[in-house]
């Protein structure tokens, strides 16, 4: 997986510092509660904000992915072929 760009929203006003291990996350927060919009390396990244969220006592209100953020893969080395399942 490439790196995504993901916005997540929390009630309550979630603490900067409690995001300081997380690199590209920006918080705003508002009366309803916390936005945060965070560019994941990859979802084992995603999942470690989420749980971090989690611990702290934070509800979770939505979890959205932008899927523009994607980046394509690396295209093959040239002269090298994709692997293909073998024929039977």
């Known amino acids: 997986m490439s790196r995504a ?25 508002d ?8 560019d994941l390396v990859d979802e084992a990244e995603l999942h470690g904000l989420l749980d971090a969220l989690r611990r702290a006592g934070f509800p979770l209100t ?3 992915r932008d899927p523009s ?11 090298h072929l994709p692997d293909r399942p073998e024929e039977v």
């Open 5 to 29: 760009a993901y916005e997540i929203r929390a009630t309550g006003a979630v603490p900067s510092r409690l995001l300081e291990d997380f690199t590209g996350v920006t918080v705003s927060v």
């Open 31 to 38: 009366p309803v509660g916390t936005t945060i919009h965070a």
């Open 62 to 64: 939505d979890v959205r």
């Open 69 to 79: 953020s994607d980046l394509p893969e690396a295209p093959a080395k040239p002269g």
